[in-house]
Antibody
Framework: QVQLKESGPGLVKPSETLSLTCTVS????????VSWVRQPPGKGLEWMGV???????AYNSALKSRLSISRDTSKSQVFLKMSSLKTEDTATYYC??????????WGQGTLVTVSS | NIVMTQSPKSMSISVGDRVTMNCKAS??????IAWYQQKPGQSPKLLIY???NRYNGVPDRFTGSGYGTDFTLTINSVQAEDAAFYYC?????????FGSGTKLEIK
C-alpha cells in the first residue's frame, strides 16, 4: 500500500538550514508527483513545493528563494531543504502524494521547531 | 498567484443539520478544486476532487459543487464525527494553493 513518512530534526536554530526526508513506498516517484505542505501550530495549510514525476520542480513564490526539493528515485526518497530558517518556520511538515485529483496520500507529519 | 478564500471561518451546527461552506478562487480554476478534512493531531484527508468527485470511502453526505471561481462543500445530516477543519485547494496546476480553512463545530 501507499505510504509516506517524513523524517528530520525536531529542533533547528534560527538562520540554519532545515533538511527533511520523505521516504515513500507502494509507488514509484517517476509516476506521481510529491509535494511538501506545512502547518504552523494552530494555523492552516501552506503548500510549499512539488517535485513532478519527471523530476522537475515548482515552488511557492513566497518560499522560492529559500527552498529546494530533490529526490533519489533509487531510494524512494524526496528531500526538502530550506535555508535561513526563522522562528515563524516552526510547523508540522508533511509530504503528500497526488491521487486521482488532489493529495490522496499524506505522511504523518513531522514537527520542526525553530528556536535557539 | 491564485488566492483561495474560504467562508465562513467557523460555524457551529447541530447533529442532523445541513451545512454549506464556500471557497472562492481569485481567478478561474475551472473544476480544479479539492476539499480536505483535518481533525486535531491528524493529517488532512481528501474528501472531494475535481470539485464534485467523492474520494474512495467518503460518505455520500459530503457533496462538492461549483465551477470557475465559486465552489461549495455541503454536508447533509452532519454527524458528530464531522467536527473538523475543512480546506479547499487548487489542484492540477501549481501552485497548489490552499484556502485558509473553515472550522466546523458540533453543538
Amino acid at each position: 500500500q501507499v505510504q509516506l513518512k517524513e523524517s528530520g530534526p525536531g529542533l533547528v536554530k534560527p538562520s540554519e538550514t532545515l533538511s527533511l526526508t520523505c521516504t515513500v513506498s507502494g509507488f514509484s516517484l517517476t509516476s506521481y508527483h510529491v509535494s511538501w505542505v506545512r502547518q504552523p501550530p494552530g494555523k492552516g495549510l501552506e503548500w510549499m513545493g512539488v517535485i513532478w514525476g519527471d523530476g522537475s520542480t515548482a515552488y511557492n513564490s513566497a518560499l522560492k528563494s529559500r527552498l529546494s526539493i530533490s529526490r533519489d528515485t533509487s531510494k524512494s526518497q524526496v528531500f526538502l531543504k530550506m535555508s535561513s530558517l526563522k522562528t515563524e518556520d516552526t510547523a508540522t511538515y508533511y509530504c503528500a502524494r497526488a491521487g486521482p485529483g488532489g493529495f490522496a496520500y499524506w505522511g504523518q507529519g513531522t514537527l520542526v521547531t525553530v528556536s535557539s | 498567484n491564485i488566492v483561495m478564500t474560504q467562508s465562513p471561518k467557523s460555524m457551529s451546527i447541530s447533529v442532523g443539520d445541513r451545512v454549506t461552506m464556500n471557497c472562492k478562487a481569485s481567478q478561474n480554476v475551472y473544476n480544479n478544486i479539492a476539499w480536505y478534512q483535518q481533525k486535531p493531531g491528524q493529517s488532512p484527508k481528501l474528501l472531494i476532487y475535481y470539485a464534485s468527485n467523492r474520494y474512495n470511502g467518503v460518505p455520500d453526505r459530503f457533496t462538492g459543487s461549483g465551477y470557475g471561481t465559486d465552489f461549495t462543500l455541503t454536508i447533509n445530516s452532519v454527524q458528530a464525527e464531522d467536527a473538523a477543519f475543512y480546506y479547499c485547494q487548487r489542484i492540477y496546476n501549481s501552485p497548489f494553493t490552499f484556502g485558509s480553512g473553515t472550522k466546523l463545530e458540533i453543538k
